[in-house]
């Protein structure tokens, strides 16, 4: 046997066993073409960033006083926030009307993803209608949910039955993927121990599958519940479907009031958290549950 022969068994043998590798000598990575491809996008991106603070004509805008008027801003709407054109309570009462629109949104959404999860699990359903279901789905998904309330207004017109009805359009796309995979992930010896046995298609839905995927399904429609939460304050302003988003919209497009801005902020984003908590106890109550 040559010596270069030994010499590239010896590299090989470290290579694939760095225990044995001598100390002190460095390990040589191999060639990647990816990690190459990752390190030149990045440097492009930075010189083209850097190329562009350098050409942007700033039209004589200071931009640290830009900066610091900003700060300064931040500073007013969250360090002093205060409510002006409206109470305490009616903060509340708005925050409340933004979460029966999430609850609605959701609630609608997740019934009807659930029959149509099942008809779009492969493991459920045959392969042309899962297919077709899915299709269907992804061009739901891939429309935004504000694009959805728009289009609805069409007929419904601008208020709080066009963002329902929006965003429930958007959760069926989303819980009907999250529910089908789900139920996709079975074990398919149940499905045919059942089959053998006798029982028919629904009986091994709500006997096996649902009961098997309760977890899951609990999981992604509390997500989805916080998702339509945050989406509804948006709607509050787009769709004019109330709620605190319309009164932020107010207080940033016609009185400018950053103090009430942050107490709106603030007040958004307490109640996102208490919806986080809810949702964890909810869920912890579930698993021990089983």
């Known amino acids: 046997m040559s010596t270069e022969a030994v010499d590239k068994m010896i590299a090989a043998e470290l290579h694939l066993r760095p225990e044995r590798r001598l ?30 603070f350098v050409s942007f004509d700033y039209k004589g805008i200071q931009v640290f006083q830009g900066i610091y008027a900003t700060l300064l801003n931040l500073k007013t709407m969250f360090l002093q926030p205060r409510l002006h054109h409206f109470t305490f309570a009616a903060a509340l009462f708005e925050v409340l009307i933004t979460l029966g629109l999430a609850f609605l949104a959701t609630l609608f959404g997740a019934v009807i993803a659930l029959f149509l999860g099942l008809f779009s699990a492969r493991n459920l359903s045959s392969p042309i209608v899962s297919a077709v279901i899915k299709g269907l789905v992804a061009f739901i998904r891939a429309v935004p949910t504000v694009m959805w309330v728009l289009i609805f207004a069409v007929a419904a017109g601008l208020g709080s039955v066009a963002a329902v009805i929006g965003m429930t359009f958007h959760s069926i796309g989303y819980l009907i993927k999250a529910y089908s995979e789900a139920f996709e992930e079975m074990d398919k010896g149940t499905i045919e121990a059942l089959k053998s046995s006798g029982a028919n298609w629904w009986q091994i839905v709500f006997q096996a599958v649902i009961p098997s995927s309760l977890s899951y399904l609990m999981s992604w429609t509390l997500l989805r519940f916080e998702i339509n939460f945050s989406v509804a304050v948006a709607m509050g302003a787009a769709a004019g479907a ?32 208490l919806l986080e908590i809810a949702a964890n106890r909810a869920k912890r109550k579930l698993m021990q549950g089983k």
């Open 23 to 52: 100390p002190g000598i460095p390990l040589k990575k191999p060639f990647s073409k990816t990690a190459l491809t990752i390190r030149l996008t990045l440097i492009g991106l930075s010189l083209l960033t850097v190329l562009a």
């Open 242 to 273: 109330g709620g605190i988003g319309y009164d932020m919209f107010m207080a940033i497009g016609f009185y400018f009031d950053l103090q009430e801005i942050g107490a709106i902020t603030y007040f958004i984003l307490g109640f996102a958290i």
